[in-house]
Structure formats: C-alpha cells, structure tokens
C-alpha cells in the first residue's frame, strides 16, 4: 500500500488527517489539528477514537455526575427546613433530573441513540490541556492544534451540566411551587438559586481543572466523605450505636457514605486484580467503627455545647 510522505509533524498532538484511501493509497493532509472525534497516534496520523471508556473512565464520569446531584440535595436539605415535607420530594426531583440527564447526554453522544460512548484512551496529563502544546516553529508563527484528546471525557461533563440545568429548571419551580407548603416565599426558591451559582463553579472547575480531577478524584472522594461523616455524627451528637440506630435518616447517611467509601476505594484500586482489590471493600465501616468506639474520648457534644456558649 503506497502513503502519501510528507514532512514530519511538530509538536505533541498534531496531526495529518486521512484525506483520501483506497486498497492501495493513503493520502493525508498538510500537519494540522485534528478533527473532533480523532486524535494523534505515535505516527502523527489522525486516528478515529473508537476504544470504549475503561472502568476508571466511567467512575470519573460518575464523580463529576455525583457532584451537582449532591449540592442538590445539601441545599434542598439546607433550606428546607426541619418541618418542611417538600424536602423528600425534591431529593427525588433532584435524582431525577440527574439521571434523565445522564441518560439524555449519552443518548446524544457519539454514537447517537445507544447508552454508550466511544472514546480515546487518555495516555498522561498533557492530553487535558492540548491548548498548552502548540508548536511555534520559528518562534513566531504558532501552529495551532488543540483537540480534545481524552474524547469524549472533557466535553461530556459540560453536556450533561447544560442538560442538568435545563431539567431543573423545567420542573423544580413548579414542584416546590405546589408542595413547599411550609417553607417562607423567599425560601421556596433557595435551593434553585443555589444552583444557579454552583453549575457555573462546576464548568469553571472542569474547564480548568479537568484533567487534575481525572487523576485525583478518588482521593477527594475519600477524604471529602470521611470529613463529611466525622462532622455529620459530631453535629448530630452520635457517641454510641444507639444514638445511629434512633433515625432512620442517620442510618441513610451513614450508608451512602460507605458507598463513597466504597467509591473512593475501587476507583483509587481500579480494580485491576478483582481477587486482591475486592477485601479493600472491608475497609469501608471502618471510619464509622473507629468514630464511635473513640466518641467517648472526645465527647462531641461537650465540644458543642461549649462552642455554643463561646467557651
């Protein structure tokens, strides 16, 4: 098979795309950027992303799907109100509208109309911020190749917030407008407003820090749930078993954070050897184990009773 030859392209993601190709030549273009959808391979051609996501591709997506569905509920729990009946209903709203975006995102996602995605494998860092390695031959002019090398994982993420957004903007102020019965006028709101101002925190966030959070969300999955739970059980004054057992609502939090626990764990394990990473699992009430057995040492609610008093 005969191959066009052109010079060889600078830089680290630039690349000749296929222009023409019969049973007995290929032709490529002049070095450029890359069309969506394609990335560089160690010849600098162009080649499509048709690879699926690995495990730790779909748990980053995850994370990043996680994160404004749990702002949601904080919020609808903050301004709820302890007599409020609404809150449930929104958390339900809330999961709903998070999960019909997903479901949305990939549907419209490459290939279209299947709950899958095809993808580029992510090698190293560098492949998030592409923008950062165009290539100035002579100093002066700047070839200019930024793509989205971990296609499809950095755009996805804005895709599903834009969907998120206009899900709940769709239902929510009529939900709380029926059944937020017990909250003020200018509390019914404060749930929605709150997000208004996160979902641009999260785009920002994946705009600038997307591929630092590819390779650090385990981590911060796990040190975010073990300092949530500690002042959870402190604010709740949780120094014995009982004290988590008399609400069902306790018992709620406690277990969705052994599911972040148990998150944490197998994205940082990647579960690359089922048989060894699995007895990790095991590890998952033991923050909640360790808080009760050694509450009677640091008496949280002294410390709060305390703090209130300005002590």
Same mark, same amino acid.
């Given at each position: ?14 690349? %000749?795309? /296929? ?49 404004? /569905? ?12 302890? %007599? ?80 998120? /957004? ?66 959870y059980m402190s604010a709740s004054e ?10 069902? %609502? ?22 690359? %050897? ?6 990790? /699992? ?30």
């Amino acid at each position: 098979m005969a191959v066009d030859i052109q010079p060889a392209c600078l830089g680290l993601y630039c690349g %000749k795309t /296929l222009l023409f190709k019969n049973d007995s030549t290929e032709i490529y273009g002049e070095c450029g950027v890359c069309p969506r959808g394609q990335r560089t391979n160690a010849q600098k051609y162009c080649q499509p992303c048709t690879e699926s996501p690995e495990l730790y591709d779909w748990l980053y997506l995850g994370f990043m799907a996680m994160l404004p /569905l749990v702002l949601h509920w904080f919020f609808i729990e903050w301004y709820s109100g302890k %007599k409020s009946s609404s809150a449930l209903f929104q958390h339900i709203t809330a999961l709903f509208e998070c999960s019909m975006a997903a479901i949305i995102t990939l549907l419209v996602s490459d290939p279209v109309g299947v709950l899958s995605i095809r993808s580029c494998r992510v090698l190293m860092l560098s492949d998030w911020y592409t923008m950062l390695y165009n290539p100035s031959p002579d100093y002066i002019t700047t070839v200019h190749c930024t793509h989205e090398a971990v296609y499809p994982l950095y755009t996805i993420v804005f895709i599903y917030y834009a969907f998120c /957004l206009v899900l709940m903007m769709l239902l929510r102020p009529l939900l709380v407008k029926k059944i937020a019965c017990g909250l003020g006028k200018s509390d019914r709101f404060k749930s929605i407003y709150a997000a208004l101002y996160f979902f641009p925190i999260l785009t920002v966030l994946q705009a600038v820090g997307g591929g630092l959070l590819y390779y650090a969300f385990p981590y911060i999955i796990l040190v975010l749930s073990l300092v949530t739970l500690a002042v959870y059980m402190s604010a709740s004054e949780i120094e014995n078993c009982y004290d988590l057992l008399v609400r069902k %609502k306790r018992l709620i939090v406690l277990f969705s954070h052994w599911l972040l626990h148990a998150y944490g764990i197998i994205s940082i394990s990647r579960v690359d %050897k089922l048989e060894q990473d699995l007895p990790l /699992l095991a590890l998952v009430p033991t923050p909640a184990l360790f808080y009760l057995f050694t509450a009677k040492f640091t008496e949280p609610s002294r410390i709060l009773s305390e703090g209130a008093n300005g002590h």
